[in-house]
């Protein structure tokens, strides 16, 4: 029995795990940002979302945060023209217990993804 529960983990990898995270994430957050589903007439645009997850990137690492050696054009473009969140916090500095817990809400101990290497 054991044997056989070995075997179906054998098949999961980060990037299937992050595929299924992603799917599930976009399946949750898309119904709070369509206006049929909150009873408004259905416009024919779609909505226009971009979320940018820096790879170790910090706060001030873009020049529209300041930072004068870094020259970032298109991320600023980004922000001057849509919103920037300023007050975050990250609960992970590790890349995939950091993403696992962006795209599927949960704390690390709950997904499994703690670290980088056993996930």
């Known amino acids: ?35 049929a589903s909150r009873g408004q007439p259905a416009s024919h645009t779609r909505p226009n979302l971009v979320f940018f997850l820096g790879e170790g990137a910090r706060w001030d690492e873009s020049s529209l945060a300041g930072n ?3 020259k970032t054009p298109n991320i600023d473009r980004i922000g001057r023209e849509g919103a920037e969140f300023t007050q975050a916090f990250c609960i992970n500095s590790l890349c995939l217990p950091a993403r696992a817990t962006v795209l599927s ?10 670290d980088n290497q056993h996930s």
């Open 105 to 114: 809400g949960l704390y690390s101990h709950t997904t499994g993804a703690v």
């Open 68 to 70: 004068a050696l870094l």
């Open 1 to 35: 029995m054991s044997g056989q529960s070995h075997k179906a983990h054998v098949g999961h990898t980060r990037r299937s795990f992050l595929r299924a995270a992603g799917a599930t994430g976009a399946a949750v957050i898309a119904p709070q940002l369509l206006p």
